[in-house]
């Protein structure tokens, strides 16, 4: 089973702190992406990554960066916590490559971060 | 480029009873279509895909989902819902093309009530 791991499930922040969010996978999967998830508005992409360093903004890039230095883990960063940055962070991975386009995304158990 | 509409935000059904999830894609060319169900608290599973060929796609839990490609829909169902079917259910859609994410739909919250 592919299995992907989120480093927390829940942290409490402070506004203006740098916080890391950690996600690794097991099944060797190219392709790992970021969303946040907010009510009402389902999932939404931050970053997503289909090869180590390399990284392609989401729809909602600003306030977060990522860093993908081995192929099995992929960090999304928030350099400057603000209150609007609080909600659930879910981490997927997927393959990618030639006649892959038809497989699923494996989630994490995601990360509810709150931002005081 | 692509997007997800699920309609409904709550659908509410009876326990025993046919349900129904809608969702609608729009997308350049043919789709790769999918269902994801999440629970409180959790991150999404992998319900069902279609890829191509048959219209009816059978899925875990006993679900299932009807391809339409004139009415670009492609709804999720079951024959006899159960409470622990209750949850949060996500369609997304990918192209054929390329390497792009899964879009999302916004998500629709199903009460199965005993």
């Known amino acids: 089973d592919v299995k992907v791991t989120q480093s927390s499930r829940y942290l409490v922040k402070r506004t203006g702190e740098k916080v890391f969010l950690e996600c690794v996978q097991d099944?060797?999967?190219?392709?790992m992406f970021w969303y946040r998830q907010d009510p009402g508005l389902g999932l939404r992409l931050i970053y997503f990554?289909?090869?180590?360093?390399?990284?392609e903004k989401g729809d909602i890039p600003e306030g977060y960066s990522v860093s993908r230095e081995k192929k099995e883990r992929f960090s999304l960063i928030l350099e400057s916590a603000s209150t609007n940055q609080t909600s659930m962070y879910l981490c997927?991975?997927?393959?990618f490559g030639q006649g892959r386009q038809n497989t699923e995304a494996f989630f994490g158990q995601g990360t509810r971060l709150t931002v005081v | 480029a692509q997007s997800v509409a699920q309609p409904e935000d709550q659908v509410n059904v009876a326990e025993g009873n046919p349900l129904t999830v809608k969702c609608t894609y729009s997308?350049?060319?043919?789709?790769?279509l999918f269902w994801y169900v999440q629970y409180p608290n959790r991150g999404l599973q992998f319900l069902l895909k279609?890829?191509?060929?048959?219209?009816l796609v059978k899925g875990s839990y006993g679900f299932e989902a009807e391809f339409n490609k004139s009415q670009t829909s492609f709804h999720l169902k079951k024959p006899s819902a159960l409470v622990s079917d209750s949850a949060l259910y996500f369609c997304?859609?990918?192209?054929?093309?390329?390497?792009?994410?899964?879009?999302f739909g916004k998500g629709t919250r199903l009460s199965v009530i005993a």
């Open positions: 990554s289909y090869d180590v360093k390399m990284k």
């Open positions: 997927a991975s997927s393959l």
């Open positions: 997304a859609v990918r192209g054929l093309e390329g390497n792009t994410p899964l879009v």
């Open positions: 099944m060797d999967h190219e392709n």
């Open positions: 997308v350049s060319g043919n789709p790769y």
């Open positions: 279609y890829i191509t060929g048959d219209n």
